[in-house]
Nanobody, 123 residues
């Protein structure tokens, strides 16, 4: 069964950091592009960044540049999202998705989505 599971969310103060994980089961992430998205209450889901199968990063949101980093751990079949200098406007449910390549707004032909993990940035 193809499945993605996000973890690592929680409550953090402004300026703090969190590391989210996207763990796959049923298929190897290393052959696929993986993107991170988020959705805040009342807003549409938005793409943040994507890592290609060759480990190139494509950013979709300027506010993620310089603060968010995506990486792979093929041995664990995990893609991580390191988030630094978090701001209240980063509060959202964060999702990962896997597809064939990093397209204009996220991975192409997404075949799997995670269930999401809540990130709350508040003092």
């Amino acid at each position: 069964q193809v499945q993605l599971v996000e973890s690592g969310g929680g409550l953090v103060q402004p300026g703090g950091s969190l590391r989210l994980s996207c763990a796959a089961s049923g298929f190897p992430l290393r052959g696929f592009a993986v993107g991170w998205f988020r959705q805040a209450p009342g807003n549409e889901r938005e793409g943040l960044l994507c890592i290609s199968s060759s480990d190139d990063t494509k950013y979709y949101k300027d506010s993620a540049k310089g603060r968010f980093t995506i990486s792979r751990d093929n041995a664990k079949n995990v893609v991580a999202l390191q988030m630094n200098n978090l701001k209240p406007e980063d509060t959202a449910v964060y999702y990962c998705a896997a597809g064939y390549y990093c397209a204009e707004n996220g991975p192409s032909q997404i075949g799997a989505w995670g269930q999401g993990t809540q990130v709350t940035v508040s003092s």
